[in-house]
């Protein structure tokens, strides 16, 4: 087993006799480029023309009401050709792009009209447009390039094998490298001239990978930037996840509350109203009896609002709203099974919100480390650098943390995510484990 890019792999990877340079030719990334190469002419020609004919056609009946149609059964055909285009990409140079957000009918109804307008104001689909006019005169260029390299690289280097058909079969001593009026001709015909055409040959065999590679980065980023979401649709989308992140949070939490209060403060005081129904009915039978219930529902009060502080201290503690992060933390450090220092160096308080989500980040990690870190010691830190507030948890605990799918620490990740905060883990087996999470800044 191989450890590759700091993870395990199951194979060892192979081990190859020859140099990269010497077995690029022959494989498999290199022709799958040839073959994207080639194939751009045909279908840049196609799109081209879908493209151009179907703009100009549009344009050209706008005074009409076909106009808009037109223009629109355009942008759904440029549509159609972007996604054969991002296949292509993906099957043939390993290019994966994500596809634009389909069109909807939009706000001006449903049906053809409403499908029309969402078409026109569909940034993507004019984006996928414009890549069918610019890719034709890039794809003749990769096209030319890509044959004429090619099919003069090997006719080249595999000379020696075929030089003796000139004088067989077509009377010529050799492939002809110079002919004029005045009867002038140069022929490759002796060993040294037919080695030098082979070493000529091999040369351009072995650059081709190269130029073909290079092209190929060229094609994937046109695929990349015109057939792929804008960032603003990417953001829009990552905004949308987040959103609903934080709701199911928050939907999470209104439920703890309830099952909490239900569960517990609740239980305790219709316990303690029974109690004390019971204690007023013996008062005057049993005082005794009625002393030794209101005694034990006294303590029935001080349980339920032990249980009424811890929590509206998990909702959101008065001594960070009064004091901020450096006694809040101190006060959880406190309560941990693990001895912890902490050290909060900030000169300025965060926003409340983000002051709250590091407060509660902080507690949670905390509790892990005394519920499965068998740890002896606990650091917390705190420290704002540019407009990012960082924290960083470390234990010398046994390790093992991750945030694997199902984890507590992949929940936490995903809260954090959803204000374009960031949580890192390093926990390698046998320990330390250090967590870093990094949140937005934002001032009071």
């Known amino acids: 087993m191989a450890i590759e890019h700091g993870y395990l792999s199951e194979a060892a990877p192979r081990t190859h006799r020859l140099p990269l340079v010497l077995r690029a030719p022959l494989s498999g990334r290199a022709w799958r480029e040839l073959l994207h190469a080639l194939l751009n002419l045909p279908i840049a020609l196609a799109g081209f023309t879908w493209g151009v004919v179907t703009v100009s056609l549009g344009l050209g009946l706008l005074i009409t009401f076909v106009g808009l149609p037109v223009l629109a059964i355009g942008l759904a055909g440029a549509r159609l050709f972007g996604a054969v285009e991002r296949t292509r990409a993906r099957v043939l140079l390993g290019v994966e792009v994500e596809a634009p957000h389909p069109v909807q009918a939009g706000n001006r109804g449903g049906g053809a009209l409403g499908w029309t307008w969402s078409l026109l104001r569909s940034g993507a689909s004019w984006r996928q447009l414009i890549y069918t006019v610019v890719q034709l005169p890039w794809a003749v260029c990769t096209f030319t390039v890509s044959l004429v390299a090619v099919i003069l690289g090997w006719s080249l280097f595999l000379y020696p094998a075929y030089q003796w058909m000139y004088p067989t079969w077509w009377g010529s001593p050799g492939m002809g490298l110079y002919s004029d009026t005045r009867g002038v001709q140069i022929y490759l015909d002796n060993p040294f001239e037919i080695a030098a055409t082979c070493l000529v040959g091999l040369v351009i065999v072995l650059a081709v990978p190269w130029v073909l590679h290079a092209m190929a980065c060229v094609d994937g980023l046109l695929v990349r930037l015109l057939l792929g979401p804008s960032r603003l649709d990417a953001r829009v989308t990552e905004l949308e996840e987040d959103r609903g992140v934080v709701v199911d949070t928050a939907a999470a939490d209104l439920r703890r509350i309830e099952r909490d209060l239900h569960d517990g403060a609740q239980a305790r005081l219709v316990a303690l109203a029974m109690d ?56 959880v ?16 308080r965060p926003a409340a919100a983000i002051e709250g989500i590091a407060y ?85």
């Not at 039978?285 to 009625?290: C, I, N, S, T, V």
């Not at 529902?297 to 004091?323: M, N, W």
């Not at 450090?333 to 300025?348: I, M």
């Open 360 to 444: 509660f980040t902080v507690s949670e990690l905390l509790q892990n480390i005394s519920k499965h870190s068998r740890a002896r010691t606990a650091r917390v830190e705190i420290w704002r650098s540019a407009d990012r507030l960082l924290l960083q948890v470390r234990d010398d605990g046994q390790g093992g943390a991750s945030t694997d799918s199902g984890s507590g620490l992949a929940g936490l990740a995903e809260r954090l995510g959803s204000v374009d905060g960031l949580l890192v883990v390093d926990s390698p087996a046998g320990g330390p484990t250090t967590i870093t999470a990094e949140l937005p800044w934002r001032d009071r």
């Open 333 to 348: 450090a406190g309560r941990c099974t693990v001895p912890v220092a902490v050290q909060v160096d900030l000169d300025t």
């Open 276 to 331: 004390l129904g019971l204690a007023k009915e013996k008062l005057l039978e049993d005082p005794e009896a009625a002393a030794k219930m209101v005694d034990e529902a006294h303590g029935e009060v001080k349980l339920a609002l032990q249980e009424l502080r811890d929590l509206a201290r998990g909702i959101h503690p008065a001594v960070l709203t009064d004091r901020g992060l450096d006694a809040a933390l101190s006060s």
